[in-house]
């Protein structure tokens, strides 16, 4: 008996089981009613839970002990169900969803299925993406993998159009949640470019407000609230979805609903459900076009949309992404099926990967052998702002970055020779500097620091986004190179903390602006070499207490990023340098004057770090503002390369030890080596100790 793994499309409204055949292709297991999808419903009478069409028609009959649309609030420790004589939570009644599924597929398959991959929409959070393997483990599977429901998607479209190279945007409307995700398919690998969602967008919301319209019409008649009874409403709504379904087949149906001995009709046509609803279809759109632009592509530039999910199957909803995107949409696949297909091929290839002697049999067929997924949300940690008046939301990983993944940070920790010595990190997952507009994922207690001085301690902590999405945090002490002990506990129940100032502050903010130098004689290589330069400068700054800028001068002087604690804003700016017409191509200007007028109400330690690699056309201008920055407190670290002057370098930066001549391939660990140094005197004055630093001969 070969090994065998599912793929499982864990769906809000439906669920789908697949597997591969001999040849490797993957294959739909029908449930034991004979159907290819099992609904996402759960019944709990006095006698054994029933789970899939029973449960939904129990639903339809106005019981009460029936649980629907719990995945959307997967994660959600709060959300508790009380059906039959007990509390469940979405994670249970998960299990007993994918308990149906896999008792039904062994039946099937004749032989027993505890290996599986689980697709999750690509906008779960690690919450919900802890829930889901949670949920899997306790219905008795190995999860192998939870994998992003669009990118499953893409995997069967690859399979189905072997010889060709895509650039398609998935857009993936499910029953209670809404994908959008960009992924190039080329002859080795998919390839996710982007993604964006909203998992409280589905087809329950067209259900929802069918219903309304129905309910208040039936009230403005009988006076009679169907609302205000959750059962009746909850009847209401399968209807109201029946005829939205027959609406895919016909252009009119009619809805008739009976309660309180009152019977109510209304005709629903194909333009009365676009009137509804159409402003949840311009819901998706807004996230469609925000992925676009987030990639830097056009919808000219797509080979089309694939459309995945069954409310895709709605006339309206494929019309739309017709005019939308300005071709017929892709119809490959199934809607209902491709993302369970893809997560089967998933499982086969993650088989091939852990054991021996598999890899022929489980391969993913044709030429594409490689899946690189993104996360849909940016990591960071809790942070003091530049002023030390209240916390923020500093970002680490920025979002729509390959997974797995790890950026290290380094932070400076003031210790005490006889206290604990442990830090509290509080990790993050959103885009706002607004800590409450972004989710609060978990706290860390970071143990065992040794005290090292007044100067404080220097720790390495470095955020992990695993293959599966899910979040974790490590840390090492960097004087000893010593890994520390990170214990997860409890988030405090109230954070009232977080909307006063900091309860202390450490240390002095620091505020450090990289100029660099955008004249001509840096395109090519030595301006890609300086951007990996600049990124590496940031990844090694404490963001806790350091906030960043960038400012890019030739013949003239442009402030590109204000100084933040925003690592995906610095990035993104740092990464998007281009040498132009805007700016000129010579070395007219110099970028001191700038710089004074961006720190100079700055109390905490400032810094300016220059790049430059040529001559100023005006050395004495630069050099007598460089002195006024010099006189404000500001310091002046001036790193050269190619024709930069030695001489020019010394009398701009604030010490001779803070000059350096480099190379091209030395200027990343140079800039790695100075934003460590701040870190670690805490922005203090700059020595220059060059741990790993000196001028550099150029013969």
């Not at 906008?123 to 192998?144: N, W």
């Not at 204000?562 to 990464?575: D, R, T, V």
């Amino acid at each position: 008996m070969k090994p065998l793994a599912v793929g499982i499309d864990l769906g809000t409204t439906y669920s789908v089981i697949a597997a591969l055949d001999d040849l490797g292709r993957p294959i739909v297991i029908p449930n034991a009613e004979g159907q290819l999808s099992t609904p996402s419903v759960v019944f709990v009478d006095n006698g054994p839970v029933i789970v899939g069409e029973d449960a939904k028609q129990a639903q339809a009959l106005g019981e009460e002990s029936v649980a629907s649309f719990f995945k959307r609030w997967m994660g959600n420790s709060e959300y508790r169900l009380s059906l039959g004589d007990k509390e469940w939570s979405p994670e249970d009644l998960s299990a007993q969803v994918l308990r149906k599924l896999v008792r039904d597929a062994e039946v099937f398959l004749k032989q027993p299925v505890k290996q599986a991959v689980i697709t999750v929409p690509a906008y779960f959070d690690d919450h919900q993406r802890r829930a889901t393997i949670s949920a899997g483990r306790k219905a008795g599977l190995d999860v192998l993998q939870i994998i992003n429901e669009p990118t499953a998607a893409a995997l069967a479209l690859g399979l189905k159009r072997e010889d060709e190279d895509l650039l398609v945007l998935v857009y993936d409307l499910g029953g209670g949640t809404f994908d959008v995700t960009l992924v190039d398919i080329d002859s080795t690998e998919y390839r996710v470019l982007g993604t964006d969602g909203d998992h409280q967008l589905g087809g329950k919301d067209w259900d929802d407000t069918v219903a309304r319209w129905f309910g208040g019409s039936f009230e403005g008649k009988y006076q009679i609230d169907i609302f205000a009874d959750s059962a009746a409403f909850s009847e209401l709504r399968v209807a109201c979805e029946e005829a939205k379904k027959k609406l895919s087949d016909v252009h009119s149906t009619r809805l008739t609903y009976i309660y309180q001995k009152q019977k109510h009709s209304d005709d629903l046509t194909r333009e009365k459900l676009q009137e509804l609803t159409g402003h949840l279809l311009e819901r998706t759109a807004t996230l469609c076009e925000q992925t676009l632009s987030d990639a830097g592509k056009k919808w000219s530039d797509l080979a089309g949309v694939l459309l995945v999910g069954g409310s895709t199957r709605m006339p309206m909803v494929r019309e739309y992404v017709n005019r939308m995107s300005g071709r017929p949409a892709i119809q490959s696949v199934s809607p209902d099926h491709a993302v369970a297909e893809g997560a089967a091929l998933c499982a086969g290839q993650v088989l091939a990967r852990k054991q021996t002697g598999l890899t022929q049999l489980y391969r993913l067929p044709g030429r594409r052998q490689r899946i690189v997924d993104v996360m849909s949300h940016s990591m960071g940690m809790i942070a003091e702002s530049t002023d030390g008046t209240r916390y923020i939301n500093s970002i680490i990983i920025k979002k729509n970055l390959a997974i797995p993944c790890v950026e290290m940070r380094p932070y400076q920790f003031v210790t005490t020779p006889n206290g604990s010595n442990e830090i509290e990190v509080y990790a993050t997952q959103g885009e706002s500097q607004d800590p409450f507009a972004c989710t609060l994922l978990r706290k860390y207690r970071i143990c065992g620091l040794t005290h090292q001085g007044d100067g404080g301690t220097v720790v390495d902590i470095s955020y992990h986004y695993d293959e599966n999405g899910v979040v974790d945090v490590t840390a090492v002490e960097r004087a000893h190179s010593v890994k520390l002990t990170v214990k997860e506990e409890p988030i405090d129940e109230n954070l009232d903390w977080l909307s006063g100032p900091p309860r202390r502050t450490r240390s002095s903010h620091v505020m450090a602006y990289l100029a660099v130098d955008l004249s001509g004689s840096m395109a090519g290589t030595p301006l890609e070499k300086a951007k990996e330069a600049a990124v590496e400068f940031l990844r090694q700054s404490d963001l806790s207490k350091c906030s960043i800028g960038l400012v890019v001068f030739s013949d003239k002087v442009r402030v590109e990023l204000a100084s933040c604690q925003n690592a995906k804003a610095a990035e993104s700016a740092i990464k998007g340098m281009q040498i132009g017409w805007s700016l000129g191509y010579g070395n007219m200007a110099s970028p001191f004057a700038e710089m004074l007028k961006q720190l100079k109400q700055h109390d905490g330690p400032r810094f300016v770090v220059l790049m430059t690699d040529g001559m100023w056309c005006r050395p004495d201008v630069a050099i007598s503002q460089a002195d006024e920055c010099r006189e404000a407190g500001i310091q002046t670290i001036a790193i050269g390369f190619g024709s930069a002057n030695k001489e020019f370098l010394e009398r701009v930066a604030t010490t001779q030890s803070g000059a350096y001549f480099t190379t091209l391939n030395e200027l990343t660990a140079t800039f790695g080596t100075i934003a460590r140094e701040i870190a670690e005197t805490g922005g203090g004055q700059y020595s220059g100790s060059g741990k790993a630093l000196r001028f550099v001969s150029r013969h």
